[in-house]
C-alpha cells in the first residue's frame, strides 16, 4: 500500500504525461518566452527580446508558485519539476543572454569571451545549486541567475540614450559584474520564495512589457 505522496514501484509514467503537471506547464512557457528572446536578439529587435527575457523570469517564478500551492503532487512530480526547471534555466539565463551579447555586438570577437563567460557562470552556479542548495538561512550563495534578466531588461531602457559604441561597453561591463556575483560567495535572499515579491514580479512585467511595447511602435 502506497501513501498519497508515493507512487507505485515499477510503474514508470508516460514522458509527456508530465507537461499535463501545471508548474511544468509554466516552465515551458518560459521556455517558449526565451525562445522568442533568442530570436529576436538574433533580429537583432531588442526591445521585443526584452519582453520575452523578462516573462521568462515571470513564469520561473509562478511555477515555484504554483506547485508550492498544489496538492496531491507525488514525490516523481517534484523530481522531474526540479530537474526541468534546473535545465531550462540555462537556456533563459545562460544562452539568452550569451546570445544576446554577441547579437548586440555585432558578433565582434571581443563579445565571444563574455559569452562563455556568462554562460559559464550559469552552468557552475546551477551545478553548485543543485548540489548544496539553499544555504543555512535559507539563502541562495551567489547570485541568483533570474536576477540576470531582470537586471538586463531595466539596463535596456538606456540603450536608446547612448550611442550603440557607448552602451556596447556598458552592457559588457555590466554582464561582467553579474557573472562574477553570480558565483560569488555573497548571501541574497530567495526572493521568488514569498507571494508578494512574485506579485511585484508581475507588475514589474506587465510595466516592462508596456515600455518595450510602445518603445516598438
Not at 515499477?10 to 509527456?16: N, S, V
Not at 518566452?33 to 517564478?61: E, K, N, P, Q, R
Not at 539565463?93 to 563567460?117: H, K, R, T, W
Not at 558565483?183 to 514580479?201: A, D, E, F, H
Request: proline share 4%; with cysteine.
Amino acid at each position: 500500500m502506497t501513501s498519497g505522496n508515493e507512487e507505485p514501484q515499477g510503474l514508470q509514467p508516460a514522458i509527456i504525461s508530465y507537461v499535463n503537471d501545471l508548474p511544468n506547464a509554466c516552465s515551458l512557457a518560459g521556455l517558449a518566452c526565451t525562445i522568442s528572446a533568442i530570436y529576436f536578439s538574433i533580429l537583432g529587435i531588442y526591445y521585443a527580446a526584452m519582453i520575452g527575457m523578462i516573462w521568462a523570469v515571470a513564469f520561473d517564478w509562478a511555477d515555484g508558485l504554483v506547485a508550492r500551492r498544489m496538492k496531491g503532487r507525488i514525490d516523481s512530480d517534484r523530481i522531474f519539476g526540479g530537474q526541468l526547471d534546473l535545465v531550462i534555466d540555462i537556456v533563459s539565463y545562460g544562452v539568452a543572454p550569451a546570445i544576446l551579447l554577441l547579437s548586440y555586438g555585432e558578433l565582434d570577437p571581443i563579445f565571444l569571451p563574455l559569452a562563455f563567460v556568462m554562460l559559464a557562470a550559469a552552468a557552475i552556479r546551477l551545478s553548485y545549486f543543485s548540489t548544496f542548495g539553499l544555504s543555512d538561512a535559507s539563502q541562495y550563495t551567489g547570485l541568483a541567475l533570474d536576477n540576470n534578466n531582470i537586471a538586463l531588461v531595466f539596463l535596456f531602457l538606456f540603450e536608446s540614450a547612448f550611442p550603440h559604441e557607448v552602451f556596447s561597453v556598458v552592457l559588457y561591463v555590466s554582464a561582467l559584474g553579474l557573472a562574477a556575483l553570480n558565483v560569488s560567495q555573497i548571501k541574497t535572499p530567495k526572493l521568488s520564495g514569498s507571494p508578494r515579491n512574485v506579485y511585484l514580479l508581475a507588475f514589474y512585467t506587465l510595466g516592462m512589457t508596456g515600455l518595450y511595447g510602445w518603445k516598438l511602435l
